[in-house]
């Protein structure tokens, strides 16, 4: 027998204004305690300071707030256009599987770097990750990031080495879908050993070799479209034999032959000539570049040990490279790498005895952790391109034993799943030294 039963269409009065379901000493304007269940339309502004023992089908009102734990609420959820639902500092809200939730014009997920992710994470979280700038979803298995607008998954390979002479081909694919490469247009610069970098929407050819002498262009394409390279301006020195990491903002470029120890970058939507971006130990040449959106890595694995191996950047901020060295592939030069937002490939390479490898490494770029096998190309080669998309790592032409022939071969893995590559169809021509492969959807750029 309830302590008060009033009755629908009547009117009460309480001399202590106050209504205890459940209770004889109500505290609150109502009190509900013990087990109950309800369906409850709040339309006034409502504190709800204890709100347990119970599953409410709907909470409808203005502004809700909720200050200590609470039970599960099921159902609906209906929040007032510009009013806001809040769960308090210390409080709890176990949110079962609700039938709606209607927001009016704003609603803010969790929000922290990648080392605030939670320890034990749950298929289906979402939320906005700061360091990588943008959404991202726990899967079951790892955080992936959300599709990143406007990228069509589009690779082009610029320049190379025919052998002889150097080229300005330009090709392109279409990279979640096989197929022979198709002609995008020609560089401004016939020049082989070039690196790449690129946004969603541009993409940049930097550097190279001309057959005689290194040459400091950049040329720019717009991805989305084919045609021919457009000067953008011009590195800090001519350099060939680079590597290039790029975010949706910014390419970085390292050493390079010519001695040099200088890292180059350059704002991807401004036309201009590189500035420093800072330093290296000692000379990096003729190693694979590969990117997450917050750090950029330029991978090599030299036998000597006074010469740098790898190293990774900062590339929203400038400074010297840092040394990183825990690759497992024992070749001498001439890797090609690619990658998605958390996880960097590194495939082939030129052990400068005749033996062109096909082992391919991958590690996860957040946690520096040792390189591991992830399985071979389909055929051993040095000095190819690659790119990727968020999905696949494609690799391109190259080198191959003994005699440094060329090949047009494009074959490619997908980035989550260890296994050998798969052929993917050809290039438009053979060629080796084409290092300088780029697309609208890789590591650098975030998305799923």
């Known amino acids: 027998m309830p302590a008060f039963r009033i009755g629908f269409g009547s009117d009460f009065s309480l001399v202590n204004q106050l209504v205890g379901v459940g209770t004889t000493a109500a505290d609150y304007k109502l009190e509900v305690t013990n087990v109950l269940k309800g369906d409850f339309n709040i339309t006034g502004v409502s504190t709800l300071t204890s709100y347990g023992g119970f599953t409410p089908q709907k909470q409808s009102g203005d502004d809700i707030t909720i200050t200590t734990s609470v039970a599960t609420i099921s159902e ?3 929040v007032g256009l510009g009013k806001t639902f809040t769960v308090s500092v210390g409080s709890t ?14 609603f803010s997920v969790p929000n922290g770097g990648i080392a605030a992710r939670t320890e034990e994470p749950v298929e289906g979280m979402v939320r906005f990750n700061n360091d990588l700038n943008t959404l991202e979803f726990y899967n079951g298995v790892e955080w992936r990031q959300f599709t990143v607008t406007g990228a069509s998954g589009r690779g082009v390979f610029t320049g190379g080495d025919l052998t002889p002479p150097t080229t300005k081909i330009m090709d392109y694919i279409n990279i979640s879908s096989t197929g022979n490469a198709l002609s995008f247009g020609d560089l401004i610069t016939a020049a082989q050993s070039r690196s790449a970098g690129s946004s969603e929407i541009r993409g940049l050819s930097l550097g190279g070799y001309n057959g005689s002498a290194g040459i400091s262009d950049i040329d720019y394409i717009t991805i989305a479209s084919a045609g ?5 301006g011009d590195l800090t020195a001519a350099r060939w034999s680079t590597a290039t990491a790029s975010s949706s903002t910014r390419s970085v470029t390292s050493g390079g032959s010519n001695s040099l120890t200088t890292i180059d970058y350059v704002q991807i939507s401004t036309l201009g000539n590189a500035l420093n971006f800072g330093t290296l130990a000692q000379n990096f040449t ?13 991978l090599k694995h030299a036998n000597t040990p006074t010469t740098i191996r790898s190293v990774y950047i900062t590339i929203a901020s400038k400074g010297n490279g840092t040394s990183w060295d825990d690759l497992t592939i024992s070749s001498d030069q001439a890797h090609f790498g690619c990658s998605n937002a958390t996880r960097a490939l590194v495939a082939g390479g030129d052990k400068n ?7 391919i490494d991958y590690f996860t770029m957040a946690t520096l952790a040792k390189a591991v096998y992830f399985g071979d190309l389909t055929v051993g080669r040095g000095y190819a391109g690659s790119t990727s998309s968020q999905i696949r790592g494609v690799f391109a032409g190259g080198a191959l034993a003994p005699a440094s022939a060329t090949t047009n071969i494009i074959d490619y893995v997908t980035i989550a ?32």
Do not use: M
Request: aromatic share 8%; hydrophobic share 30%.
């Open 353 to 359: 005895d005749g033996l062109h490898l096909k082992y």
């Open 93 to 106: 809200a176990e949110v079962g599987t609700l039938e709606n939730v209607s927001i009016g014009t704003h």
């Open 228 to 232: 021919n390279g457009i000067d953008f």
């Open 417 to 448: 799943s260890a296994g050998n590559a798969q052929d993917f169809g050809d290039l438009t021509a053979s060629r080796r030294q084409i290092q300088a492969g780029l697309s609208d959807s890789h590591g650098g750029l975030g998305g799923f």
């Open 286 to 298: 003729e190693g694979a570049g590969c990117q997450s959106p917050t750090r950029g890595f330029f």
């Open 76 to 78: 609906d959820i209906i």
